[in-house]
Structure formats: C-alpha cells, structure tokens
C-alpha cells in the first residue's frame, strides 16, 4: 500500500514492447539497474510493463540502439495529473489559493463539540464562551483554557468544570455539572407535620418529635400527624424539630373536556427546498427570496459540516431547508381518540401533583357532552402527605418584629 502511494506520487508509465528480440530490452534495464514491475507477455516478441517516470525518460536513450519499438500505453500518478493543468492559470491560481485558505483556516475555530452536559443546555455554553470572547472565528492559539475555565464558572455557576481543548479547527469543551448539596436543617427551629392532603395514614416515621395518629387513622388536610411539643414530668415541655414521614392512601378524581372537532394539517404535497452556505456568523442564500411561497408551512433544516478527506471539518456549513406546504381542515374526533388524549392530559397532572408516592389504582371513563367529551379520570394513590410548619417562638416573633 505505501509503495502503491510512492509509485503515484513519482508518477509511471506502462509501455509496450515489440522486437524480434525483446529479451534485449529486459537484459538492459538488468544492466542498469532500471526497476520496473508488472510485466505481462502478450506474444513471444511482445510484452508490457510498467516503471517510474524517471526510470522511463532513463530508459528512452538508451533504447533507441535495441531494434525494439516502444509505445507507451499509459501515463499515471500525480506528476501527469499536476501538468495538465499548466496552462489553465487561473485554475492552479484558485487550487492554490484554496489550499492558502485551508491551511490558514485550519488555526482558526470552527466547530464545537460539547460532552458532559445534561441539565445545562449546549446553547448556554456556547454563549458564556462568547462571552469570554471564544466563538466561531477564534484563533485557536489565542485560548488560554485556566483563564477561561474561571471566567465562564462565575458565567455559569451550575458547572463546577470546564476545559477547551482546542485541536486543529475544532474546539473540545468537557464539562462536569455542579451536584448541588443537600439543605442543611437545624433542630433548634421547632415545628410539626400535619396532614398536607386528606387520607388514610397506612404508616408513619417520626424522625423528632411525637406521633399522634397511628395506621389506619382517617386524616383531614392541615391535621396534626407529628408533635415537636412534648411534655415530660422530669424534662417538662420540650421543643422539638417534629420531622418525619406520614405515607396515606390518596383519592383523586380530575376531570377535562374535549372538543369534538380537531384542527389539523392537510399538506397539499407542495415543497420548497433551497441550499445557503454558512461561513462561520456569515450566511450565503443560495436561492432567490421569491422562490419561497407565502402560506402556512412546516420548515425541516439540515446542517451538513463540510469537510476535507480525513476527517478535517471545513468552516462552510452547507444549510438545507425543506418547506411543506398546508391548510388547516377540521375533522371529527372518535370517542376513544379524545379519551385517549385527555388521558394523558389528567395523567400528567396527577403525577405533578405528588411529591413522593405511586399510583395503585387509577380508572378513566368518558362520555359526549354537546360538541365536546367529558373525560373523568379517578385514581387511588400511596404518598407522603407529612408537611413541616414551623412552630412560632419568642425569638422568631422578636426577629419578625426588629
């Protein structure tokens, strides 16, 4: 594989040999030391091969005094290829300059790849890194990644990491998102758990403080589940954190209406595709402003990063925009259909409105109303409804009141 490199780059020919003798030929470059490689014999005084260039304009005055008739049959490698563009001027002025080009670009940032990140969007990043002055266009050499780690934490104060590694035309960013710590609670503020909704307590986990309901207890929101007064014969009253833990079987009925009729989107099959370029903040429209209709319509784009053979990334970002064309048309919604969609709906806002617990049972059950569907969705549920209220005390009031 890398002779077959070498062999392009110095560039060969495959010649063809006539003589009543052609051995002679063969006996010659023996002699000289001329190598030569893929011979072929085609009659008993006819055969090709095939040499280097500089082997070949060897060769040719040498053959002159052999009775032999040499044609070449095929010029290739890089050197035939570069001369046959020796009088197209502007051509080779434009290669050349396109490679200026790419060299030079190559010092410059022009792509961005982003890992780590999950709660922080890539958007965000990129815009403290603007901020700090690294965007599209930065000359790689110029960015200091301590410097920068700093400067864009106090930006973005959910990272607690960052490092820019900046290779060739594209910029490595790895962040580490901040893991936020747990919030500190002091047991000198008093206070109780009562019921946050209405249940039935199937378990409850005092963690300070003094129960007062047990499993099985009927409970009204704003009930008082866990004490932080207690009051001792030897300690006598004593105030209390009265955390802890109340788990309580919960019923839910929510209820939503439908519309019968649907607005949706009747794509005609018209489509506009047009192509713009991108260089770097720069944009390039490929196409005239009037060749997009005017009407409701739904855009696809599509980015492609241009780059060299290798793997290079170019600055030119070749921009593919599909329009689909639509009007608006009503249809009629099944019954089943607008359950279905109001399910969803009344599910997502039954899991919102719990903090900790699970569903155990749920129905849901619809029926026509005029031009809508009543849907009705009821659950039975297993959560914590323990909430913590501050007791008021002397010091407290004194503070509100300063």
């Avoid at 500089?54 to 002159?64: C, K």
């Avoid at 209406?257 to 490929?286: D, H, M, S």
């Amino acid at each position: 594989m890398l002779q077959t490199a070498v062999n392009f780059c110095r560039g060969h020919v495959t010649l063809r040999v006539e003589s009543a003798f052609p051995e002679r030929v063969l006996n010659l470059c023996s002699a000289r030391r001329i190598p030569f490689w893929d011979l072929r014999w085609e009659s008993p005084i006819c055969f090709t091969f095939t040499m280097t260039r500089g082997s070949w304009h060897a060769l040719r005055p040498l053959a002159q005094r052999l009775e032999a008739e040499i044609r070449v049959e095929r010029r290739e490698g890089l050197p035939y290829f570069l001369w046959r563009f020796h009088r197209r001027h502007a051509l080779v002025a434009g290669l050349a300059l396109c490679a200026l080009l790419s060299f030079f670009g190559s010092f410059f940032i022009w792509d961005f790849e982003i890992e780590g990140n999950e709660a922080v969007s890539e958007e965000e990043i990129l815009r403290a890194l603007d901020r700090c002055g690294v965007s599209l266009g930065t000359f790689g050499y110029s960015v200091r990644s301590d410097a920068l780690r700093n400067e864009v934490l106090l930006l973005v104060p959910e990272l607690s990491y960052i490092a820019v590694n900046v290779r060739g035309c594209r910029a490595h960013v790895q962040v580490r998102e901040r893991v936020e710590p747990p919030e500190l609670i002091s047991k000198r503020d008093p206070g109780n758990t009562v019921a946050a909704k209405a249940g039935i307590v199937t378990s409850i986990f005092p963690y300070d403080g003094e129960k007062m309901v047990l499993p099985g207890t009927t409970v009204r929101e704003g009930q008082l589940l866990i004490s932080g007064v207690t009051v001792d014969e030897q300690a006598g009253t004593r105030f209390l954190r009265g955390m802890g833990t109340v788990y309580a079987r919960t019923w839910y009925s929510r209820r939503c209406q439908v519309p019968a009729t649907a607005v949706e989107k009747a794509y005609t099959g018209e489509t506009t595709t047009v192509f713009a370029l991108c260089w770097g903040r720069n944009r390039i429209n490929l196409y005239h402003t009037g060749s997009i209709g005017q009407g409701d319509c739904d855009k696809i784009t599509t980015r492609t990063q241009l780059s060299l053979p290798g793997g290079i990334a170019l600055p030119i970002t070749l921009v593919k925009e599909t329009y689909r064309y639509y009007e608006p048309a009503e249809r009629q919604r099944s019954q089943r259909e607008a359950e279905e969609l109001a399910y969803a709906a009344l599910w997502a806002d039954l899991l919102a409105g719990m903090d900790d617990g699970t569903v155990t049972s749920e129905s849901c059950a619809g029926a026509a109303l005029g031009d809508a569907y009543l849907v009705e969705l009821q659950a039975e549920c297993q959560e914590q409804i323990g909430r913590f209220v501050s007791i008021p005390t002397e010091d407290s009031t004194k503070e509100n009141e300063e």
